[in-house]
């Protein structure tokens, strides 16, 4: 985007070429490159949104634990189903991965989750309608959110 040199050597390629090129840093560094500022927005705008509350019911470093897990899972699922010269940009992954924590903490604490299983549902039709959405690192990032919540929320 800024540097568009930079973002290539930030972004996220296929599981081959990791291999390949022993570059694994790529599984976080891909959260640093977006596709624009609409795309930096969005995802700035939902860890807001997101963060903030779980922050509340984690703590700061749980809270750190459960995104860095998201975006760690994000990633893999997106370089391991990628084709071999697709690549993918931004941190939807991580965010996905703190929708999941949101519906691991509501079910804990019994709140009405319906409103968050919608958004989930709805961003996932929004990148199958949209194409060039990596739906594969959104999935990825939910689970990971999910189990990582699960993991955090039993030390409390």
């Not at 930030?10 to 959260?31: D, G, H, I, K």
């Not at 993918?88 to 996905?96: D, E, K, Q």
């Not at 903490?105 to 019994?110: A, F, L, Q």
């Not at 549902?121 to 689970?143: E, K, P, S, T």
């Amino acid at each position: 985007m800024v540097v568009p040199s930079l973002q290539q050597d930030l972004m996220l390629p296929s599981f081959e070429y990791l291999q390949f090129s022993n570059e694994w840093y790529r599984l976080f560094t891909v959260a640093l490159t977006h596709a624009g500022l609409l795309h930096l927005g969005f995802n700035m705008y939902a860890l807001m949104v997101l963060g903030n509350p779980l922050e509340a019911a984690f703590g700061t470093r749980k809270l750190l634990i459960v995104f860095f897990i998201s975006l760690l899972t994000g990633s893999l699922a997106s370089s391991y189903f990628a084709s071999l010269y697709s690549y993918s940009v931004g941190a939807s992954g991580a965010v996905f991965g703190l929708f999941g924590a949101m519906v691991s903490v509501g079910n804990k604490i019994g709140a009405d989750i319906r409103s968050i299983v919608v958004i989930i549902g709805i961003n996932f039709f929004i990148g199958f309608a949209m194409g060039g959405v990596d739906w594969r690192a959104h999935l990825g990032g939910l689970f990971g959110g999910v189990v990582a919540a699960q993991l955090v929320m039993r030390k409390r």
